[in-house]
């Protein structure tokens, strides 16, 4: 199998639980394993986008900007986009886009990246703020942040389904994060409503984790598997 068949993760979603925010990859180095991916930057601040082979920070201000290769990630996925399946959709509200998704495309126990371009009738997103050291924990950080939203935009949903067996790991479900068109609406996807899109996806049967072993606060943690899973069913959904 082809590296690019492969779903290339940074961390786990469950080291973010513990407050372990410190970005352990650089852009450069995490772009060398996919075009398309989402994560975090350094210190939990704000959402990354990567779309096409750059990576775009969607910020706690609202604004966004591309991010530079020598900054660094705590988490993210990226994989290289070579979707397997293509549908046009017209007028689905979120909840009815994922059960069909799993069940046309037989996600339940595989990994999928999910790409979505199109028209969207409602879009609502958030990001996480900034955090100085010493850090809080995800919940605590993710308490209060800005939310987003926008009608009729023109843009790109990116992310990815994982099996709920793997939650801590990464997020168990759906994952996903938002682009506009003209870089004026982003972040982690909330809500969404699709007017008109073409959804691509992409089913993986290898999932590569790298881990920052090189990192002494991940060294030293001590990790809690139901408190990560309830952090990430508080913090991610
Ligand atoms: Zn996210």
Redesign the pocket.
Known sequence: MAVTDTIFQHGTLGLLVPGLFDGTITAGELLQHGDTG???LNGLDG?VIIVDGHAYQARQDGQIREIAADETLPFASVHFEKPDVSDQLTALNQADFEQQVISDYRLTNVFAAIRIDGTFKHIKTRV?PRQEQPYKTLVAATAEQPEFTGADVEGTIV?YYAPHLFQGAT?GGF???FLSKDHQLG???LDFEIAKATLKVQHFADFHVHLPIDNEAYLREQFDNEVIDKAINKA?R
């Open positions: 989402i994560g975090t959402e996480a992310g997020v994952h996903l994060h972040g982690h996807l991610e």
